[in-house]
C-alpha cells in the first residue's frame, strides 16, 4: 500500500504540472488571441475593451493560478487523507476546465474538454471516484451550457443538439472508463493470483515437505543476515539422531519419517520462541539463536532432548531414540556462515565419539 500511495503523489504532482501548463496556456491564448479577434473580428467583441479583458482575461486566469496555488497546498495538507488528495488533483483541473468553457462558450468544442478529468480517475483506479467525478462533470457541463446560453446562443437553434450531443459523450466516457476500470481490475486480479502461487512455490522451495521446517538453503541466509546484522550473541546448534540408519534399515523409512517429524516438532516446541529450527538434510538439524548465549540454546536443546528420550515409538517399544548436538557461539567476524557451521558440526562429531545422547558447547 505504501508504494501506491508513493505512487499517487507522484501523479499528484503531475497533475498539478498540468494544472499550472493549462493556466498558463490559457493566459497565452487569451493573450495572443485578443488582439486579433479585436483587429479582425471587433464585431464579435460585445463589451468595452477594459470589461473585456477583466472579463476574459483577468478574470479566468487568476481563478485558473489560484486553482493550481490550492493543488499545490492541498499536496502537502496533513489534515486531507490520501484518498481525498486523489479527489482534489482531479477537480481543480476539473474545475479549471469549466473556467475554459463558461469564458469561451463561442467554441462549442470547449464543453468536451471536461471529459478529460473522467479518463483522468483511471489513474487512481478508483470505481467511485470516477462516477464521482462523472458527477460533478455533469453539473460542470451543465453550468457551462448556462453560460452560453446567457451569452452566445439564446438563439442558436442547434444549441438544443449540441446540448444532448455533451451530455451522450459525457455518458459514453463514464462508460468506457467503467470498462476500462474493469479490465484493469481483472489484470490485477490475474496477477496477484500470480504473485501468490509464486509466493507458494518460493515458500515451499524454501522449506522440507516432510517435517514443515525451512531448508539447507533458508539456514544459510537467515545465518548470513544474522552476521550482517550483528545479532550477538549468536549461536547455532547442529543436531544428528544416533543410530538413524539402522532405524530405517530395520522398521523401514516411513517409520523413520515418524521419528523426523517427532524431533522436528520438539525441537521447535522447545526452541522455536528463542531459536529457528531448519532440517539441514537427512537426519541432521540445525538452530539459529539470535542474542541467545550457548548456555541457554543447551537447556532449550535438552529439553527436547529428554522428550525425544522418553518418547515411546510403537514400532519399536523397547529402545529409545537419541540425538547428539553440538553448539558454537560465533566467534569474529572473519568466519563466514560455512566456517560457522563447520564448527558446530565438528562438536557434534565430539558428543557422538564420546557416547552420543549428548550436548556440547565447544
Known amino acids: 500500500m505504501k508504494n501506491f500511495d508513493e505512487l499517487y503523489l507522484k501523479w499528484r504532482k503531475n497533475f498539478n504540472y498540468i494544472a499550472l501548463l493549462v493556466a498558463c496556456i490559457t493566459l497565452i491564448l487569451e493573450i495572443v488571441i485578443s488582439p486579433l479577434l479585436f483587429h479582425y473580428l471587433p464585431q464579435t467583441i460585445k463589451l ?37 488528495k486523489n479527489y482534489y488533483s482531479i477537480i481543480i483541473l476539473s474545475t479549471q476546465f469549466l473556467v475554459i468553457a463558461c469564458v469561451h462558450n463561442v467554441f462549442t468544442i470547449t464543453i468536451t474538454v471536461l471529459c478529460f478529468p473522467i ?60 470498462l476500462l476500470l474493469n479490465i484493469e481490475n481483472a489484470k490485477n486480479d490475474i496477477l496477484k493470483a500470480s504473485s501468490f502461487k509464486q509466493l507458494q512455490l518460493e515458500e515451499l522451495l524454501k522449506c522440507d515437505s516432510l517435517t514443515g521446517l525451512h531448508n539447507m538453503s533458508t539456514f544459510y541466509n537467515m545465518l548470513d543476515t544474522c552476521i550482517k546484522n550483528n545479532e550477538t550473541p549468536l549461536t547455532i546448534a547442529v543436531i544428528d539422531i544416533d543410530n538413524f540408519k539402522l532405524v530405517n534399515d530395520t522398521w523401514g523409512h516411513e517409520k523413520g519419517n ?76 572473519t568466519y563466514s556462515p560455512q566456517d560457522f557451521f563447520e564448527m558446530a558440526d565438528k562438536v557434534m562429531y565430539q558428543a557422538k565419539l564420546s557416547g552420543k545422547n549428548k550436548v556440547l558447547i565447544g
Open 258 to 333: 515418524e521419528v523426523l517429524i517427532y524431533l522436528a516438532a520438539q525441537l521447535q516446541f522447545s526452541c522455536n520462541i528463542y531459536g529457528h529450527v531448519f532440517r539441514y538434510g537427512g537426519e541432521e538439524f540445525t538452530i539459529i539463536f539470535p542474542r541467545t548465549s550457548p548456555l541457554e540454546a543447551k537447556t532449550m536443546i535438552e529439553t527436547a532432548q529428554n522428550n525425544l528420550y522418553h518418547y515411546v515409538f510403537d514400532f519399536m517399544p523397547n529402545q529409545r531414540i537419541t540425538f547428539s548436538c553440538g553448539i558454537a557461539s560465533y566467534p569474529s567476524s
Open 119 to 178: 479518463f483522468l480517475t483511471l489513474i487512481y483506479s478508483d470505481r467511485k471516484m470516477t462516477s464521482t467525478i462523472t458527477l460533478i462533470t455533469v453539473v460542470f457541463v451543465s453550468i457551462s451550457i448556462v453560460f452560453a446560453l446567457l451569452d452566445s446562443y439564446p438563439n442558436d437553434t442547434f444549441f438544443l443538439l449540441h446540448t444532448f450531443v455533451a451530455y451522450i459523450l459525457l455518458f459514453g466516457c463514464y462508460i468506457t472508463t467503467i
Open 48 to 84: 468595452p475593451t477594459f470589461q473585456y479583458i477583466l472579463l476574459y482575461i483577468v478574470l479566468p486566469s487568476s481563478i485558473n493560478f489560484l486553482l493550481v496555488i490550492i493543488g499545490r497546498r492541498s499536496l502537502s495538507c496533513k489534515r486531507l487523507s490520501e484518498r481525498a
